[in-house]
């Protein structure tokens, strides 16, 4: 039994296609509650509790700078979200279910913040995906705000700086 050259072609394309696009995995999910300050690659399935408007400016080259700041919350604990983006802010509203996939932990002032950039996800919660249903308003732990926690950057041992003070 001998393959064609055009049909050894086609069945070695489909392999190495089958190589470069593999099956993408489902994300898997933590807890609010679960976050330090060192989390990055964070996937969450929350409630957004309030959103505030922190900084609305026009620069002097006439583009606007918007920040918003949304408490959300799940069964474990609640945090800050930093939005930034016209997308983010259309989709982060008060009451709305979102996923949120591929963020990270930001310190901002001492205190945690959750961060989306341009390789996160926020989307509003739509069961047809398959994922756990979203907590509901009564089983939100809001009394756990895990950006209340101020924490103290502590230097580290391994890195030898030398400041130009230091210098005799």
Request: hydrophobic fraction near 35%.
């Amino acid at each position: 039994f001998f393959l064609s050259a055009t049909e050894d072609c086609r069945i070695a394309m489909e392999t190495s296609a089958d190589k470069k696009n593999p099956p993408l995995r489902k994300p898997v999910f933590t807890t609010i509650g679960a976050l330090d300050p060192e989390s990055r690659t964070v996937n969450l399935i929350c409630k957004v509790v309030n959103v505030k408007t922190v900084l609305d400016v026009t620069r002097n080259d006439g583009s606007k700078m918007k920040i918003s700041e949304a408490e959300i919350a799940d069964t474990s604990g609640s945090m800050t979200l930093t939005c930034r983006t016209e997308e983010h802010f259309g989709i982060v509203l008060k009451g709305v279910d979102l996923i949120i996939r591929n963020a990270s932990v930001r310190m901002f002032k001492g205190f945690m913040r959750l961060h989306v950039d341009k390789w996160g996800v926020i989307e509003k919660y739509d069961s047809k995906w398959g994922y756990e249903k979203p907590p509901e308003q009564a089983d939100l732990k809001l009394d756990n705000d895990i950006s209340a926690v101020e924490y103290e950057e502590v230097p580290d041992p391994q890195r030898s700086e030398v400041r130009s003070d230091d210098i005799n």
